[in-house]
């Protein structure tokens, strides 16, 4: 069992940034791949960033590549997500998540573990 617990969302101002975080319990925090989902009102959730359980290979979303920053510690049992050049559409709530299988992160789901949400929003 695998217990994910978020923090860093906010408000900001366009233009701004935000570091989220999510650390994980367990002892096997690398043998799993780690990911970023995003919620708006009215969507789906979406796949926003994935990254390998050693670090080696990243995924983005194309919304968001040369903005965001997808990172983990597996000493700290971390995974981070850098938002920069945030903009009032990336407005939503953050999951952190994680599984198994990268590809299939990468591809959305299934996801074997989710963080509770954080929001995000970002004035205009």
């Known amino acids: 069992q695998v217990q994910l617990v978020e923090s860093g969302g906010g408000l900001v101002q366009a233009g701004g940034s935000l570091r989220l975080s999510c650390a994980a319990s367990g002892r096997t925090f690398n043998s799993y791949a780690m990911g970023w989902f995003r919620q708006a009102p009215g969507k789906e959730r979406d796949v926003v960033a994935a990254?390998?359980?050693?670090?080696?290979?990243?995924y983005y979303a194309d919304s968001v590549k040369g903005r965001f920053t997808i990172s983990r510690d597996n000493a700290k049992n971390t995974v981070y997500l850098q938002m920069n050049s945030l903009k009032p559409v990336d407005t939503a709530v953050y999951y952190c998540a994680a599984t198994t299988d990268y590809y299939r992160l990468r591809r959305g789901g299934p996801v074997d573990y989710w963080g509770q949400g954080s929001q995000v929003t970002v004035s205009s």
């Open positions: 990254i390998s359980g050693n670090g080696g290979v990243k």
